[in-house]
């Protein structure tokens, strides 16, 4: 593999061309550098990726998106381009890294959508910048909390097999990212043996992540920078559940979307922190939503957007 020729074909620059009117650009927040790209016009709306993509996981829906908003995607704290601190993974303040870029741009109130890392770091916006927050949208995420405590160690019988299983899930690299210093040892070079086992695991159609989105992310994540920083997202959760206990419950309009594998989970504990909410499933798709859904996401999300709630 030629390194030089990787980083260009995969590089912010050479993907964002199949954005056409978005912009590459990069900025510095509460002490570190960001990435994001914007285009469109209208109401901001930033959104916020999950584990294991980057930016280009919205480029399924951006430009429709962008039609109607000025879209703002964000590679968060340790991922992509942004810088890789040492420190700083905790939700509450990657979610000031979100608010200090917010007020950079001269906003004063955003819409957010957050999808799996992406969701938590959005929730933690809205619990702790809610003057801020006008919409908040999570997809097959939310919000660390002591119901992690509870995930099984090992499987239950017969659970374990080709597909996630809704009912009693499995997902052991929640515990695998938890160790330090193994976990990028283990693969760099070599992520995508991670990346495509999870892609498959987690999706019904795991065709709808194609070879150019798979080879994105294998790139991003294929050194142990970005392996150690994308693993200390999940390092700090007991940080997250900690903060979690002093948040007052969020107010503004909550949209909710789930795929089979989460919704349940997702309309059992959003009520509990939020009181403007709406929960919906797309039963059809697994847990990377914007791939094999991206009109049905589309859909709710405009129409949610666009409501009077």
């Known amino acids: 593999m030629n390194v030089n020729v990787d980083a260009e074909k995969y590089s912010d620059e050479e993907i964002i061309k199949m954005l056409p009117g978005f912009q590459n650009k990069y900025t510095i927040v509460n002490g570190i550098k960001l990435h994001y790209v914007e285009g469109g016009k209208g109401k901001p709306l930033f959104c916020l990726p999950g584990w294991p993509q980057t930016w280009y996981s919205l480029q399924s829906v951006a430009l429709q998106l962008a039609e109607e908003n000025r879209v703002i995607i964000i590679d968060l704290r340790g991922m992509g381009t942004s810088e890789k601190p040492d420190s700083g993974y905790d939700k509450k303040t990657m979610a000031t890294d979100i608010h200090?870029?917010?007020?950079?741009?001269?906003?004063?109130?955003?819409?957010?959508?957050?999808?799996?890392?992406?969701?938590?770091?959005?929730?933690?916006?809205?619990?702790?910048?809610?003057?801020?927050?006008?919409?908040?949208?999570?997809?097959?995420?939310?919000?660390?909390?002591?119901?992690?405590?509870?995930?099984?160690?090992?499987?239950?019988?017969?659970?374990?097999n080709e597909k996630m299983d809704s009912e009693m899930p499995y997902a052991w690299w929640m515990g695998f990212n938890q160790v330090k210093s193994l976990p990028e040892q283990l693969l760099e070079g070599r992520f995508h043996l991670l990346q495509d086992w999870l892609f498959n695991y987690v999706m019904i159609d795991e065709s709808k992540m194609t070879k150019l989105e798979r080879e994105v992310y294998a790139y991003a994540y294929s050194d142990k920078e970005s392996i150690r920083a994308s693993n200390a997202w999940y390092q700090t959760f007991n940080d997250d559940i900690e903060d979690s206990k002093h948040y007052k419950k969020l107010e503004m309009p909550v949209l909710g979307i789930g795929s089979y594998i989460s919704y349940n989970y997702m309309n059992y504990g959003l009520p509990l922190v939020a009181n403007n909410l709406e929960v919906v499933e797309i039963k059809n798709s697994g847990h990377y939503l914007f791939e094999e859904k991206p009109e049905e996401v589309l859909n709710l999300v405009l129409n949610f957007l666009k409501s009077k709630k």
Do not use: R
């Not at 999570?138 to 374990?160: A, C, K, N, R, W």
């Open 100 to 160: 200090q870029l917010v007020l950079q741009l001269g906003f004063e109130k955003v819409n957010l959508m957050g999808h799996d890392i992406g969701g938590m770091v959005a929730m933690s916006f809205a619990f702790n910048f809610p003057e801020a927050t006008e919409k908040l949208i999570v997809l097959d995420g939310s919000h660390p909390s002591e119901g992690m405590y509870q995930m099984p160690l090992i499987p239950f019988p017969g659970t374990f």
